[in-house]
Structures are given as structure tokens and as C-alpha cells.
């Protein structure tokens, strides 16, 4: 089944320990990118990657680390937590084509993180 | 600059009712893609509907339709005979980022609520 996966799905964590969020995907996507989601807010882009070593910042990057080592793979790392972190994050996949063809995003189940 | 608004924050109606939840979208491009996203409470984001900008053909499925119209940079979407299965929050979105990794800029998001 083609999917992206998330984990944790939940977190608690307290201000400046170190978390890692996985995001996994099986459908051989060159885009990944990482939302977060808030009241008001609605979703944000927090970081994208167009392929694996390439990566970027999207609207709201402070705070936040990405890698891309492998196609498959997309973590997002907070390296020092804080409570205006606490969100819910969604990672998303889609193909990278050129032409104007529509790449059709397939989102992740999300991870709602809590930092105390 | 691109931005969506949705300037419902809240919506509550009896089951039945018929309920309109309004889309306002800005972009410079002309080719550009909208969306309708629902989240119901398990958190999940539900993909419902993508137009493109050469499409401005209202599109109707079952219970939900939506009114894409360009010369008010609207796109707005109806739910008639609304079901408590309705509840949830609803995103519109906008991308311009076509032939690439396709970047969503959401809306606030606008929290229906279908009473018994």
C-alpha cells in the first residue's frame, strides 16, 4: 500500500531534550516536505527536500533540522525543543516532474508533539 | 504574494442544514491549483477536491460541491444536508509550485460543527 509513514505519533517531551520525528514513504517520491499545524494557522511549511542530499528551508524553519540520506527517508529533527513547538507536524510526499502537470501530495497521518 | 483565506473560523449548523464554508485565494500566477482538505477529529488530513485555474466548472459529488470562481478569486464549498459525520475542520490550499514538488499554502482552516 502506498503510504507515508510517521513516528511517534504522539510526543510529550520537555524543553531542550533532543527529538527525532521519522517520516517514511514507499512510493520512490523525490519531494518530501515537513507542515506544522496551528490553531489560526493553519499548515505551514516547516522544510522540503527535492531530492536526497538537496534540501531547503520553507516559511517557518527556525528550530528545526532536516536530512535526507536516503529517497525513502525524511526526519525532522528538533535539537532543543520548546513549548512554541508544540504542534502537530505532517510530513508529505510527491513525485517531482517537470512540465505543469500537478504532483499530487500524499500526507502522512501526523505526529502531535508536546513540549513541556 | 500567494495566501488563502478562510474567514470562517467556526461554523456551527444542524444536521440537515445546508452549509457554505468560503475560500478566498491571492496569487500573481495564472496557472495555480486549489484544494479542499477535511480533518475530521482523529486529525488526519482527507483530501476532498483539486481544481486548476483553467477549470472554473462547479463540480458536485454526492453531497459536496464546489463554486470556483476567478473573477472573485473564490473557491468556495458546499455541504448540503449536512451529517454529523460532517464535523471537522476543513482546509482550502493553494499551490503554484507546478512540475515540482507542488507546496501547499493553507488556509486557517474553518471548524464545522453538525449538530443531531
Known amino acids: 500500500e502506498a503510504q507515508v509513514t510517521q513516528n511517534p505519533r504522539y510526543l510529550i517531551t520537555v524543553t531542550g531534550k533532543k527529538l527525532t520525528v521519522t517520516c517514511s514513504q514507499n512510493m520512490n517520491h523525490e519531494y518530501m516536505s515537513w507542515y506544522r499545524q496551528d490553531p489560526g494557522l493553519g499548515l505551514r511549511q516547516i522544510y522540503y527536500?527535492?531530492?536526497?542530499?538537496?534540501?531547503d528551508k520553507g516559511d517557518v524553519p527556525e528550530g528545526y533540522k532536516v536530512s535526507r540520506k536516503e529517497k525513502r527517508n525524511f526526519p525532522l529533527i528538533l535539537e532543543s525543543p520548546s513549548p512554541n513547538q508544540t504542534s502537530l507536524y505532517f510530513c508529505?510526499?510527491?513525485?517531482?516532474?517537470?512540465?505543469?502537470?500537478?504532483?499530487?501530495?500524499?500526507f502522512g497521518p501526523g505526529t502531535r508533539l508536546t513540549v513541556l | 504574494a500567494q495566501k488563502v483565506t478562510q474567514a470562517q473560523t467556526e461554523i456551527s449548523v444542524v444536521e440537515k442544514e445546508d452549509v457554505t464554508l468560503d475560500c478566498v485565494y491571492e496569487t500573481r500566477d495564472t496557472t495555480y491549483y486549489l484544494f479542499w482538505y477535511k480533518q475530521p477529529p482523529s486529525g488526519e488530513l482527507v483530501f476532498l477536491i483539486r481544481?486548476?485555474?483553467?477549470?472554473?466548472q462547479n463540480e458536485i459529488s454526492g453531497r459536496y460541491s464546489w463554486n470556483f470562481q476567478k473573477s472573485t478569486s473564490s473557491f468556495n464549498f458546499t455541504i448540503t444536508a449536512s451529517q454529523v459525520v460532517d464535523s471537522a475542520v476543513y482546509f482550502c490550499?493553494?499551490?503554484?509550485?507546478?512540475?515540482?514538488?507542488?507546496?501547499?499554502?493553507f488556509g486557517q482552516g474553518t471548524e464545522l460543527s453538525v449538530k443531531p
Open positions: 481544481r486548476n485555474s483553467f477549470d472554473e
Open positions: 490550499a493553494l499551490s503554484e509550485d507546478l512540475g515540482q514538488g507542488g507546496k501547499l499554502i
Open positions: 527536500s527535492m531530492n536526497v542530499e538537496v534540501t
Open positions: 508529505a510526499s510527491s513525485p517531482w516532474t517537470s512540465g505543469l502537470d500537478y504532483n499530487e501530495q500524499f
